[in-house]
């Protein structure tokens, strides 16, 4: 079974600081994934990865980094945070053999910025 | 711009059956996603539809109109345990997935 594993499942930060939230992928999964999940609107991508030191800019990247040293792990940055950085942030994977491969998602790391 | 609607919420009976629609508007299509999320966890893969028709599998069917951009999830004989949001994405021209902001289905005993 396709692992992915997020580092908090809860967070509490104060605006300003710098937040990390790792995901790390046992499968070997070429494709990482960063999203936020808000009540009422889709999943929205904020930063993706094809391969290790590779990243994408996706719909929502201001206010966001990643980084991605290994293969297996796909690190988001909020420099600064901002309380309208108060969300859930779903992790994913996906194999990265076709184009229409299945993202595999983590539980979750639900933020909140005070 | 793209979109993606699906209903906001849903209730239905234990041991009924229920039809969620998701209609789409995007640029290119290469296949529409249904995903099952449980209330705090993560999104856990259901069916993939890229051709026209029902794809069944198990109490979960999936049905997909490419010409009306219409698709729907079919949940037969519902258990207390498929109380969850189901989200629909389509798979964009760039192979970019689009989400819908998902529908929450209540079962009731």
């Known amino acids: 079974d396709v692992k992915v594993t997020q580092s908090s499942r809860y967070l509490v930060k104060r605006t300003g600081e710098k937040v990390f939230l790792e995901c790390v992928q046992d499968?070997?999964?070429?494709?990482m994934f960063w999203y936020r999940q808000d009540p009422g609107l889709g999943l929205r991508l904020i930063y993706f990865s094809y391969d290790v030191k590779m990243k994408e800019k996706g719909d929502i990247p201001e206010g966001y980094s990643v980084s991605r040293e290994k293969k297996e792990r796909f690190s988001l940055i909020l420099e600064s945070a901002s309380t309208n950085q108060t969300s859930m942030y779903l992790c994913?994977?996906?194999?990265?053999?076709?184009?229409?491969?299945?993202?595999?998602f983590g539980p979750g790391t639900r933020l909140t910025v005070l | 711009g793209q979109n993606i609607d699906q209903p906001t919420e849903m209730t239905a009976t234990e041991g009924a059956i229920v039809q969620i629609n998701c209609t789409y508007q995007t640029s290119g299509f290469n296949g529409l996603f249904w995903y099952q999320q449980h209330a705090g966890e993560a999104p856990t893969f259901l069916s993939y539809?890229?051709l026209d028709g029902l794809e069944e599998k198990g109490r979960f069917s999936s049905f997909l109109s490419r010409s009306k951009g219409y698709s729907y999830l079919l949940l037969k004989e519902l258990q207390m345990k498929d109380s969850a949001s189901y989200l629909c994405?389509?798979?964009?021209?760039?192979?970019?997935?689009?989400w819908g902001a998902g529908t929450k289905l209540i079962i009731k005993p």
């Open positions: 539809n890229v």
């Open positions: 499968m070997d999964h070429e494709n």
């Open positions: 994913a994977s996906s194999p990265g053999t076709s184009d229409t491969d299945t993202q595999y």
């Open positions: 994405a389509v798979l964009d021209s760039n192979y970019q997935l689009i």
